[in-house]
């Protein structure tokens, strides 16, 4: 943990620095100017943290819901034009982002989705999506839907086949899938930016401008708590990250 953490400490020296000149180690003078700016009541920091929160977690719960079906009818069957499937998953991180966005962003406008949170929400599924199929089409290719049929000639129902069955085995793969969902919508920059029309901002934005602003201090503020929420997503989700867990996963109980 301390050597993931480590990289993150010139961010934190500069985020609480007034001046750091070359050769100084260490920060010459001190200020919390940054973090001052950063709780302020009328700073956008804050109400952008709730957007990309909710925006991040709202994208990751539909590309699981997405990804289960999908995913295992990638894994468990085979079919004509599979291939041509698989491909056309992959085409929104193949094509460059910048023509995906400008079509969307046409369509979106007619539908009344333009510059609001479902509207990006929603175009964020599109670089997402496809990661998590892809995960969980491989947890499906290992899976053994046998135990489902002898749970279901038990008597269970569908929705125990689901939770005591099917839910425990491909638990590890939605995890990993979630992983990637959140931290690649949270990151998100040019489609919100697009999409969301300025009306939607996230930390993203704010940092991209700070950056641009040349205040070290504050861009350094906004970087720790923009890595913050993924680093602490990792850490709950390590434990599913291995495959000793994996492997104990795939029982289930009847």
Same mark, same amino acid.
């Given at each position: 943990?301390?050597?993931?953490?480590?990289?993150?400490?010139?961010?934190?020296?500069?985020?609480?620095?007034?001046?750091?000149?070359?050769?100084?180690?260490?920060?010459?003078?001190?200020?919390?100017?940054?973090?001052?700016?950063?709780?302020?009541?009328?700073?956008?920091?804050?109400?952008?943290?709730?957007?990309?929160? %909710?925006?991040? #977690? $709202?994208?990751?719960?539909?590309?699981?819901?997405?990804? *289960?079906?999908? @995913?295992? &009818?990638?894994? +468990?069957?085979?079919?004509?034009?599979?291939?041509?499937?698989?491909?056309?998953?992959?085409?929104?991180?193949? %094509?460059?982002? #910048? $023509?995906?966005?400008?079509?969307?962003?046409?369509?979106? *406008?007619?539908? @009344?989705? &333009?510059?609001? +949170?479902?509207?990006?929400?929603?175009?964020?599924?599109?670089?997402?999506?496809?990661?998590?199929?892809?995960?969980?089409?491989?947890?499906?290719?290992?899976?053994?839907?046998?135990?489902?049929?002898?749970?279901?000639?038990?008597?269970?129902?569908?929705?125990?086949?689901?939770?005591?069955?099917?839910?425990?085995?491909?638990?590890?793969?939605?995890?990993?899938?979630?992983?990637?969902?959140?931290?690649?919508?949270?990151?998100?920059?040019?489609?919100?930016?697009?999409?969301?029309?300025?009306?939607?901002?996230?930390?993203?934005?704010?940092?991209?401008?700070?950056?641009?602003?040349?205040?070290?201090?504050?861009?350094?503020?906004?970087?720790?708590?923009?890595?913050?929420?993924?680093?602490?997503?990792?850490?709950?989700?390590?434990?599913?990250?291995?495959?000793?867990?994996?492997?104990?996963?795939?029982?289930?109980?009847?």
């Amino acid at each position: 943990m301390g050597g993931l953490l480590l990289p993150f400490l010139p961010l934190l020296l500069w985020s609480v620095s007034h001046r750091w000149y070359f050769p100084a180690i260490i920060p010459t003078e001190w200020s919390w100017r940054a973090w001052s700016y950063v709780f302020k009541a009328n700073s956008q920091v804050l109400p952008a943290l709730g957007y990309s929160l %909710v925006i991040a #977690l $709202a994208t990751t719960l539909l590309s699981i819901l997405i990804g *289960i079906p999908a @995913g295992r &009818a990638m894994g +468990l069957y085979r079919f004509r034009g599979q291939t041509v499937v698989r491909v056309l998953i992959l085409a929104p991180v193949i %094509v460059p982002p #910048l $023509a995906v966005a400008m079509g969307i962003h046409m369509v979106f *406008i007619r539908y @009344g989705l &333009a510059n609001t +949170l479902a509207g990006v929400v929603l175009v964020h599924l599109i670089p997402v999506t496809p990661y998590v199929v892809l995960i969980m089409a491989s947890i499906f290719a290992n899976y053994n839907p046998e135990y489902e049929a002898q749970a279901r000639s038990l008597g269970a129902r569908p929705g125990q086949v689901f939770r005591y069955i099917t839910f425990p085995a491909i638990l590890p793969g939605i995890v990993v899938g979630g992983l990637f969902a959140f931290i690649i919508s949270w990151s998100e920059y040019l489609l919100t930016l697009l999409i969301g029309g300025g009306q939607v901002i996230t930390l993203p934005l704010l940092l991209f401008s700070f950056a641009n602003s040349g205040d070290n201090a504050l861009t350094a503020a906004l970087s720790l708590i923009f890595i913050g929420p993924a680093i602490i997503f990792l850490v709950l989700t390590s434990r599913y990250l291995t495959g000793r867990h994996a492997a104990v996963g795939g029982g289930g109980r009847l």
